[in-house]
């Protein structure tokens, strides 16, 4: 954590020109140059959707992970629309991953399509839920409810919070 917040405050320094530098470099690994893309949606860059954009048409599997955690670092209504259209759009593992994104920035404005992806993905097992707004986690327990599985929210040793859905208790219990 101090490593993370001792880079976060050497990149504050960073002009964004520096950024979009290293952003844009391909001879650099995309893990590499992901903080400065990350740095600039932080930022709200306006070029940072389009270059989210550019990655989502590579096809590359990692081009799409860095793109999709970036809209959500983005936020606001451009990267929620953009999420719900990948989320419709994408594989079902992929919708996993986008739905958990989306789920960080989900407002009551989005809150029926939100709760249609939940719909089509929940199934008993866990859910990562560490970030998401109490709207969607509210969403979840009342699709849970409308699906006949309880939900409970959990904090393991991990310090990840997690929803442990299960298709065999009739109670709901949310914290």
């Known amino acids: 954590m101090v490593l993370e917040n001792d880079a976060a405050e050497a990149r504050a320094g960073i002009q964004n020109g520096q950024l979009w530098t290293r952003a844009v470099d391909r001879n650099i690994h995309l893990f590499l140059r992901e903080p400065a893309i990350r740095e600039l949606a932080r930022r709200r860059d306006s070029r940072t959707a389009d270059f989210c954009e550019a990655l989502l048409k590579s096809g590359d599997p990692d081009d799409f992970l860095v793109a999709v955690d970036t809209l959500a670092q983005l936020g606001g209504n451009y990267a ?3 999420l719900i259209g990948l989320c419709l ?5 992929d919708r996993a991953i986008v ?22 993905l929940i199934m008993p097992g866990e859910i990562k839920t560490k970030g998401w707004t109490p709207l969607a986690k509210e969403l979840l327990v009342d699709e849970c409810r409308r699906q006949g599985l309880s939900v409970a929210f959990v904090h393991p040793e991990s310090g990840e919070e997690v929803a442990v859905i299960d298709a065999w208790h009739e109670r709901t219990q949310f914290e």
């Open 80 to 82: 929620v629309t953009r």
């Open 89 to 93: 759009d994408c594989l079902v593992h």
């Open 99 to 120: 739905l958990s994104r989306l789920a960080q920035l989900v407002t009551g404005n989005q809150a029926k399509p939100f709760t249609a992806m939940i719909r089509e």
